[in-house]
């Protein structure tokens, strides 16, 4: 069963950046990773995804143009840029994987059933 583990979290001020990493136990096949935040009281949102079978990736609308989802598959790790952070990007960021289509990868979190334990993310001044 993989395992992964997110870092990279913590404060930073509005406007500023911050990289997030995925760390896998391996990587067998094709896998599809999500990035979600999740506050309190609200399901896990999608941030952004890849699909490695591809290498195609997809935002969320909020997140266009401020985030960039890359890979070391030599570290078994994706990461999740983040640039002109805004309050309300704070949260708990968490990654999923998952096998998916040729080219799939969904901001829904169901359907992703390996997790990460999350790491925190808090954008304040």
């Known amino acids: 069963q993989v395992q992964l583990v997110e870092s990279g979290g913590g404060l930073v001020e509005p406007g500023g950046s911050l990289t997030l990493s995925c760390t896998a136990s391996?990587?067998?096949?094709?896998?599809?990773i999500g990035w979600f935040r999740q506050v309190p009281g609200k399901e896990r949102e999608g941030v952004g995804c890849f699909s490695a079978s591809d290498g195609s990736s997809f935002y969320a609308e909020s997140m266009k143009g401020r985030a960039t989802i890359s890979t070391d598959w030599a570290a078994n790790t994706v990461y999740l840029q983040m640039n002109n952070l805004k309050p309300d990007d704070t949260g708990v960021y968490f990654c999923g994987a998952a096998h998916f289509d040729y080219g799939v990868c969904w901001l829904q979190h169901t359907g992703y059933d390996i997790w990460g334990q999350g790491t925190e993310v808090t954008v304040s001044s």
């Open positions: 391996e990587f067998t096949g094709y896998y599809s």
